[in-house]
């Protein structure tokens, strides 16, 4: 019998016990084993009695991993990321056909993936896509995912992570926008972005050169924020990771040369435990190539601005 096998009261107990960890909740490990909150309470208390030590502290104020609960979860964790990558590989050599998952904000997948999804699926015809879409701030784990884009200062202990541009902004509109308010328009409407994240909740300021009376459009959704620019709504902000290429194509403008870079960085990031892929690692170069081949389309378009050097440029 292996040492494992006698080491635990059985399998099941890592499963439940991970469970508890990840969700650092009884209830909720209990709801997504589909088990009532008893049977998991009794199964941890059975593995702590078997281990002969805690792996959670319980008080009024929750639930908390000891510090050999900590040293369990990350093994555990390791090893089930481990056991579901070879899974995965089983399937891939089975089927012949590879799934990659990405993690993206619905604006980015709206406004710079759609207009070229039928060049991803040409250049990677074994694929199959899923994307899971953030409405809201870019943001949260990607552990479920094989790569996401997210705002982070870099790699860390538990994730690997790829730089793909610094946080750029740029006043956008459409021409026909642009050539109104050149024409003496009068009123501006700036369409703004609300969000909780400070970082994200910016009204767009194209400058002194936009004279006359303001109105506003707002949106939680940076998606719709976009979409309300392009139809000739008004100005908006234009973060460059998601407008690049409707600059690129010239059916977004800069509304002026205001340009703004940030401390942040855009990154494409995946959970070190979770195994890179060929093929994910194929899809991020070519997210990455794409990228700079549209900020280098609008950098020829609007050579003053020096968007290559705001983009990819060290701080």
């Not at 799934?99 to 039928?118: D, Q």
């Not at 006359?212 to 976009?226: C, E, H, I, M, P």
């Not at 902000?237 to 340009?259: F, I, K, M, Q, Y």
Request: glycine share 8%; net charge neutral; hydrophobic share 45%.
């Amino acid at each position: 019998m292996p040492p494992l096998r006698r080491m635990i009261p059985s399998s099941h107990a890592l499963f439940v016990f991970e469970a508890v960890a990840r969700n650092v909740s009884f209830t909720q490990a209990a709801t997504e084993l589909n088990v009532t909150q008893p049977a998991v309470s009794k199964a941890i208390s059975q593995l702590e009695r078997h281990l002969g030590v805690r792996l959670f502290d319980r008080s009024s104020d929750g639930l908390a991993l000891t510090e050999e609960g900590s040293l369990l979860f990350q093994r555990v964790t390791d090893g089930f990321q481990g056991i579901e990558a070879a899974l995965r590989e089983i399937d891939i050599r089975r089927t012949g056909t590879d799934t990659v998952t990405l993690s993206v904000s619905s604006a980015f997948a709206t406004h710079w993936l759609m207009p070229r999804i039928n060049t991803l699926q040409e250049a990677f015809p074994a694929v199959d896509f899923r994307f899971q879409l953030i409405p809201g701030a870019l943001g949260g784990p990607v552990d479920s995912v094989d790569l996401g884009m997210r705002f982070v200062e870099g790699p860390d202990r538990d994730h690997e992570a790829l730089f793909l541009m610094n946080e750029v902004m740029l006043p956008v509109c459409s021409p026909t926008y642009l050539a109104g308010s050149t024409a003496g328009g009068g009123r501006t409407t700036m369409v703004n972005l609300t969000a909780t994240s400070p970082a994200r909740t910016r009204e767009v300021d194209p400058g002194p050169g936009w004279t006359g009376t303001r109105a506003s459009l707002n949106f939680s959704d940076y998606a719709v924020v976009v979409q309300a620019a392009l139809l000739g709504q008004g100005v908006a902000l234009g973060w460059l990771n998601v407008v690049s290429h409707w600059l690129a194509t010239g059916d977004l403008v800069p509304a002026s040369e205001r340009l703004t870079r940030t401390a942040r960085v855009c990154q494409l990031v995946h959970l070190r435990a979770r195994p890179l892929r060929a093929s994910v690692a194929a899809v991020r170069d070519w997210i990455t190539a794409e990228m700079r081949a549209d900020i280098a389309k609008a950098d020829a378009r609007y050579p003053d601005l020096g968007l290559e050097r705001a983009c990819f440029g060290a701080p």
